[in-house]
């Protein structure tokens, strides 16, 4: 060995170099489950999720919704902020330090926002473009008069007209059928108009193409006077340019339209849309019945 170099390190049998011995194992610590950040993200899931649910159940029958309205925006904005929320819920479900928690409750929050997002454009899809009538041409104008009829009503009673003896006026809807939830929606409303309306002289009739036994059913499931004229033949509906023809066997019906008749029968005010949808407000209903019955007055 020479003098400028060193012994070699001696090791004992056995031993391992320092470099080769395992590193020491972490002990595992399990995240906390955080119960209130899990609440909350089934609160924001569970609300939006139930808010989009109320929209959808409640939008044919509540004004306040948009059912009369050419785009429903209450109903778009409540269902917007559904989504929104139900986001919120993906998002806190994302801080969970949990990972089968978050796993967990971000999967559910993801699938309640998705179904939101599917849901909602399927609704929207169908009050713009589900809910249009077909091309129609209205036949008659304000000033005209309108076609008479001697038609019956639910209980086959006969309704003769435009003019009607003692009413200063007359309100006629013509409805789509008694299979439309908008319509049912209308003559349940209009009914509770008609003691008010009767008091002031005015008549009030709804028109369809049912059938007399369909539009008696119709009357005992709404509990409605109002007299529901069965022109199954369209002896007034094809006048009116007002019937959807179907292809498919299924029988006609009528596209839905308003009318303020004079004491004379002409037609004083007319209300059509090209969605079904779309109907007028109680308020303009009311303006332009009383807009008639006062030039009426002698």
């Not at 390190?9 to 955080?34: K, M, N, R, Y």
């Not at 306040?64 to 998002?91: D, E, F, N």
Request: aromatic share 10%; hydrophobic share 45%.
């Amino acid at each position: 060995m020479r003098a400028d170099q060193e012994p070699a390190a001696t090791i004992a049998p056995g031993l391992q170099p320092a470099s080769e011995l395992a590193p020491e194992e972490v002990a595992w610590v399990t995240p906390p489950f955080q119960p209130r950040r899990a609440l909350g993200v089934l609160a924001l899931t569970a609300f939006g999720f139930g808010t989009y649910e109320w929209v959808l159940l409640n939008f044919w029958s509540s004004e306040s919704l948009g059912i009369h309205q050419r785009i429903p925006w209450p109903s778009y904005g409540l269902i917007a902020a559904a989504l929104v929320i139900a986001l919120a819920g993906v998002r806190n479900a994302l801080r969970l330090w949990s990972p089968h928690a978050k796993l967990g409750f971000s999967l559910l929050a993801i699938f309640a926002s998705a179904a939101i997002g599917v849901g909602s454009g399927r609704f929207i899809s169908y009050t713009l473009r589900g809910t249009l009538n077909p091309p129609f041409h209205l036949a008659v104008a304000v000033g005209d008069r309108f076609p008479a009829f001697a038609l019956p009503d639910q209980h086959g009673v006969i309704h003769q007209g435009p003019a009607t003896q003692g009413s200063r006026a007359t309100l006629v809807y013509v409805y789509r059928g008694d299979y439309c939830a908008f319509a049912r929606h209308e003559i349940a409303d209009l009914n509770s108009m008609l003691p008010q309306l009767r008091k002031n002289g005015v008549n009030l009739i709804a028109l369809s193409a049912d059938a007399i036994d369909r539009s008696k059913m119709l009357s005992g499931f709404l509990h409605c006077d109002v007299p529901l004229l069965s022109d199954e033949h369209e002896a007034v509906l094809g006048p009116l340019g007002l019937v959807q023809h179907h292809r498919n066997g299924e029988p006609d019906n009528a596209i839905p339209a308003f009318f303020v008749l004079d004491r004379a029968g002409k037609v004083r005010w007319i209300f059509t849309s090209p969605y079904y949808r779309q109907l007028p407000r109680s308020d303009d209903l009311i303006a332009a019945v009383h807009d008639v019955t006062n030039s009426a007055q002698p």
